[in-house]
């Protein structure tokens, strides 16, 4: 079985600082691997995903994420938080080939301070 | 090009009652699955579609059916409504049962009273 582990349901930093929300997973398959977005009262928009090609992966809005496979870590990362990065984050791990029955963590709602 | 549209945006039904979701997929998508979110939780999966067909299950009761249509769009149908089904239900669309990309709609906001 699947299962996604997000550590820390909310982090707070200061705009122009690192953004590091972390994702633990478990997977008795290779796994593909998503972070997904959600701004308020919305869906969910793709940030990224692994799907066993290049370890490190690049998504939208200056985000990227590691797999390591070691670890079974994929955690996501950002240089320098703006304002509009405020938002409800999503790691998910896909069940099945692809992006079939996802998976999601509990979220972990990042928060910046001016 | 429309992504993924659902509707209704919001909906209050009262606790024994029946309801129908619907949502159209992502122009060129012909998979669509359906998925829970609780509030303050990561969205749950119920199931998916593909073919006009339920492929995959999720943990939910039988009280949660859907139903695809030939143009790919597709409805979820829940009976006996309960207060804890109360949430907003996501539909995703897809590109074939093993494309790497989900796309997900806005969602509805089901409260039962």
């Known amino acids: 079985a699947q299962s996604v582990t997000q550590l820390g349901s909310h982090v707070s930093v200061s705009e122009g600082a690192l953004v590091l929300l972390r994702c633990n997973y478990s997977?008795?398959?290779?796994?593909?691997l998503f972070w997904y977005v959600q701004y308020p009262n919305q869906g969910l928009q793709l940030l990224l995903k692994?799907?066993?090609?290049?370890?490190l992966v690049k998504g939208i809005n200056g985000f990227e994420a590691e797999f390591k496979k070691s670890e079974t870590s994929f955690h996501l990362t950002k240089p320098s938080a703006h304002m509009s990065d405020a938002a409800e984050y999503f790691c998910?791990?896909?069940?099945?080939?692809?992006?079939?029955?996802?998976?999601f963590g509990q979220g972990t709602r990042l928060t910046i301070n001016p | 090009d429309a992504g993924v549209t659902q509707s209704p945006t919001h909906l209050i039904k009262t606790r024994g009652q029946q309801v129908t979701l619907r949502c159209s997929p992502k122009?060129?998508?012909?998979?669509v699955s359906w998925y829970q979110q609780a509030l303050g939780q990561g969205p749950q999966f119920i199931f998916q579609?593909?073919?006009?067909?339920?492929?995959q299950r999720g943990n939910f009761p039988d009280r949660f059916s859907g139903h695809q249509f030939p143009n790919y769009s597709s409805e979820l149908n829940v009976n006996a409504l309960l207060l804890g089904d109360s949430a907003l239900y996501l539909c995703?669309?897809?590109?074939?049962?093993?494309?790497?990309?989900?796309?997900f709609g806005q969602g509805t906001r089901l409260t039962v009273v």
């Open positions: 995703a669309s897809s590109r074939g049962q093993g494309g790497t990309e989900a796309f």
């Open positions: 997977s008795s398959v290779p796994p593909y």
């Open positions: 692994y799907t066993s090609a290049a370890t």
């Open positions: 998910a791990v896909s069940a099945l080939q692809g992006a079939q029955k996802l998976v």
């Open positions: 122009s060129g998508h012909d998979t």
């Open positions: 579609y593909y073919e006009e067909e339920e492929r």
